[in-house]
Nanobody, 120 residues
Framework: QVQLVESGGGLVQPGGSLRLSCAAS????????MGWYRQAAGKQRELVAA???????NYADSVKGRFTISRDNAKNTVYLQMNSLKPEDTAVYYC??????????????WGQGTQVTVSS
């Protein structure tokens, strides 16, 4: 099995920054996709940013130029650096990874979510 532990959420003023981390552990043989999603109250979950094992990235239009996704393959960890935060960035942020384990093969795994609140 694969476990994901997220950290780094919190309360920040508009214009501030936060860095989210998501560490994957377990019987992982390989990780391909790593991404961050968010879900605001009353809205559907949406993709914020994603990164492949080769380093290709993809961002939602609403966060381009403000957020940066990165990964440390040695630590099976994905990061989301969030700058110039806006109130509309307020949401629960979830990480998702596509990982291969010997027992289960390829599968998608989700973190427990971390709250990000942008407010003065």
């Amino acid at each position: 099995q694969v476990q994901l532990v997220e950290s780094g959420g919190g309360l920040v003023q508009p214009g501030g920054s936060l860095r989210l981390s998501c560490a994957a552990s377990g019987s992982i043989f390989s990780i391909n996709f790593m991404g961050w999603y968010r879900q605001a109250a009353g809205k559907q979950r949406e993709l914020v940013a994603a990164i492949t094992s080769g380093g290709s990235t993809n961002y939602a239009d609403s966060v381009k130029g403000r957020f940066t996704i990165s990964r440390d393959n040695a630590k099976n960890t994905v990061y989301l650096q969030m700058n110039s935060l806006k109130p509309e960035d307020t949401a629960v942020y979830y990480c998702k990874v596509s990982a291969y384990t010997v027992v289960s093969g390829w599968g998608d795994y989700w973190g427990q979510g971390t709250q990000v609140t942008v407010s003065s």
